[in-house]
């Protein structure tokens, strides 16, 4: 059975960065494409960005280029690079594995 740990999140400032990780493990752990997802308080999980097994990247539009996703197929974790954060950036964010494995989450928190 697959299984997702995210890490990395925390409280950072208005305009601070994080790095999310997200480490695969377990039988048959198959390195497809994942994403990141995220969800405030009182509102929808929204995805943050895909990656693909060839590291192809596609980003909400609300990113506008402050987030970069990568990935290290040999350790089989991903991650989510955040710069330029906003409170509005507050929310749990959840790693996914194709074709329905969730991590925990992990939250992000952006003080103004």
């Known amino acids: 059975q697959v299984q997702l740990v995210e890490s990395g999140g925390g409280l950072v400032q208005a305009g601070g960065s994080l790095r999310l990780s997200c480490a695969a493990s377990?039988?048959?752990?198959?390195?497809?494409?994942m994403a990141w997802y995220r969800q405030a308080p009182e509102k929808q999980r929204e995805l943050v960005a895909t990656?693909?097994?060839?590291?192809?990247?596609n980003y909400g539009e609300f990113v506008k280029g402050r987030f970069t996703a990568s990935r290290d197929n040999a350790k089989k974790t991903v991650y989510l690079q955040m710069n330029s954060l906003k409170p509005e950036d507050t929310a749990v964010y959840f790693c996914?594995?194709?074709?329905?494995?969730w991590g925990q989450g992990t939250q992000v928190t952006v003080s103004a």
């Open positions: 996914w594995m194709f074709p329905n494995v």
């Open positions: 990656i693909t097994f060839g590291g192809g990247t």
């Open positions: 377990g039988s048959g752990a198959m390195f497809r494409t």
